[in-house]
């Protein structure tokens, strides 16, 4: 079958447009016509994975309608809309004790994961591409996903709000919900209000009697922060934020969330909070954070990281969608859409801080 795919040549260069052909589903894959991928900060950094003479395909986020299955596909069928997700095993100890984003074979079946056999999933002018990507790279017309990433969802969610609730979305909200899980009374604080950080701050704002602070450089970020419920939105440009959020909270933050991944935002975040309160880190970066050693031990801190959201995303992305339904997880104002061809546009918006998410639509 042949569908449109925004591909990725080369690095240094822009993201091409072009014809594919795709395979039809084999055991225990699942064809979904996609309508809609958002686009992910682990998108962009692993274009560097393709090289000039080798496209990858890349999309984590897809969303859509199964157009067939495979032999062995129990869990979807033919015109089920569906929310596409990370990859998992479902049998090493991690995913059996319900922890499936850490899954003992998660880099071999999310980075870009091979079929068992010779036939490639999608090629270019005859030649294989480079996908797989979390287990569907999306970014095409067409996927092939597997029953441990594909959820079946209401046929009336919308699917280009629904898509990012397969990875950022999640993460962010996983971060609050399933992670720190705040309570009443409880102080927040979320450094850097992307579509993670939002995702966070609009989860916290679920559990009744969490007050939230968001740390931001983009002024724009900041107002919409508020707009959504952020008692305040501080910009670390006019001056150093720690006794700030310890004078706001009344000694420090008794959670907070690092979604940036810069060491010295990080500890940041822990110089901020109080005696026996929480920093979760789902920012990917390399560096080591400055942190007191003796602040952590005389005050009871914790730091700990977090993939995913620690979800398990066919009970947790339902749920979200049902928070959506509510009207009490309102990520329309997050997303922004764009025609796939013009991922260009979308990623130059998203650079300049216009839009908090970007969704691309077929």
Same mark, same amino acid.
């Given at each position: 079958?042949?569908?449109? !795919? ?7 260069? %822009?993201?091409? @447009? ?20 958002? @686009?992910?900060?682990?998108? #962009? ?10 496209? @990858?395909? #890349?999309?984590? %986020? ?9 032999? %062995? ?21 991690? +995913?059996?004790? *319900?922890?499936?984003?850490? +899954? ?7 980075? =870009? ?16 591409? $480079?996908?797989? =990507?979390?287990?569907?790279?999306? =970014?095409? *017309? ?16 919308? $699917? ?6 397969? +990875? ?8 609050? $919900?399933?992670? #720190? ?12 209000? /992307? ?32 707009? #959504? ?15 700030? @959020?310890?004078?706001?909270?009344? /000694? ?19 110089? !901020?909070? /109080? ?7 789902? *920012?990917? /970066? ?19 990281? +977090? ?18 339904? %509510? *009207? ?35």
């Amino acid at each position: 079958m042949r569908t449109t !795919a925004v591909l990725s040549r080369d690095p240094k260069a %822009e993201f091409s @447009i072009e014809p594919v052909e795709i395979d039809e589903p084999r055991a225990g894959e699942i064809l979904v016509r996609i309508t809609a991928a958002g @686009i992910c900060h682990t998108d #962009l950094a692993t274009r560097r994975a393709g090289a000039a003479d080798r496209p @990858i395909l #890349l999309g984590h %986020e897809g969303a859509g309608v199964v157009e067939a299955v495979g032999p %062995e596909v129990r869990t979807a069928r033919p015109g089920d809309h569906v929310v596409l997700t990370f990859r998992h095993c479902g049998a090493c100890a991690n +995913c059996t004790a *319900g922890r499936p984003a850490y +899954c003992h074979r998660s880099v071999a079946l999310n980075q =870009f994961g091979r079929r068992g056999h010779d036939f490639p999933r999608l090629t270019v002018d005859g030649a294989p591409i $480079l996908d797989g =990507f979390f287990g569907q790279s999306s =970014f095409a *017309g067409y996927a092939l996903t597997t029953q441990d990433n594909t959820i079946v969802v209401d046929p009336a969610v919308d $699917l280009a709000l629904a898509a990012p609730f397969g +990875c950022g979305f999640q993460t962010g909200a996983g971060a609050v $919900l399933n992670a #720190l899980r705040p309570e009443p009374g409880a102080w927040l604080a979320v450094y850097g209000a /992307g579509a993670v950080g939002m995702a966070a701050l609009l989860a916290a704002r679920t559990i009744a009697g969490v007050q939230v602070v968001v740390v931001e450089t983009s002024s724009a970020r900041r107002e919409l922060a508020l707009e #959504l419920g952020a008692e305040a939105a501080l910009d670390p440009a006019d001056g150093e934020t720690v006794a700030r @959020i310890r004078e706001l909270t009344g /000694g420090g933050a008794t959670h907070a969330l690092d979604t940036t991944g810069i060491p010295a935002v990080l500890g940041d975040a822990v110089a !901020a909070l /109080g005696i026996g309160a929480t920093v979760v880190a789902v *920012g990917l /970066g390399l560096g080591t954070p400055p942190i007191d050693v003796s602040d952590i031990v005389l005050r009871g801190k914790t730091i700990r990281g +977090c993939l995913e959201g620690d979800s398990v995303p066919a009970a947790f992305v339902p749920h979200l969608l049902d928070l959506h339904a %509510e *009207g009490r997880f309102p990520v329309e104002r997050l997303i922004t859409r764009y025609p796939h061809a013009e991922i260009a546009t979308a990623l130059a918006d998203q650079r300049a801080g216009r839009v908090v998410k970007p969704v691309l639509t077929w």
